[in-house]
């Protein structure tokens, strides 16, 4: 089974896994992005992140969030502090992604990390 995907601005890469409880999601968002409101941006509508609501004054830029954003056609967002990956389910929740999911996006993390800028 898949997991959620916590891209860090230095470039560190971990994996946990969401409650299965919708209503106990946030905290353990809070925790992984260091802070008190979240936001959530769609990259398609099965995969999205979650980020903080108040990143670009508190937090570091985050390229390879923002990199995996523009490959999926967020070419003007740029992403700060810790972004969490998640799946969505058919109801609109924040899920684990899963195994394919997860798979593609490791593949553009991966081609990043291959072809800087």
Known sequence: MGATLVLNPDGALIEINLKQDVNEHLLPM???IGCTAVT???LTDRIGLWLDEDGPLTQRPNVLASRLGW???LVREQFYGPV???GIDGAGNSTDLTDFQQAA???HL???????L
């Not at 991966?110 to 800087?116: M, N």
């Open 30 to 32: 809070y925790e992984h």
């Open 40 to 42: 959530y941006v769609a």
């Open 71 to 73: 490959q999926y056609g």
């Open 84 to 86: 969490l990956v998640c």
């Open 105 to 107: 996006v490791l593949t």
């Open 110 to 116: 991966v081609d990043f990390i291959d072809h800087p």
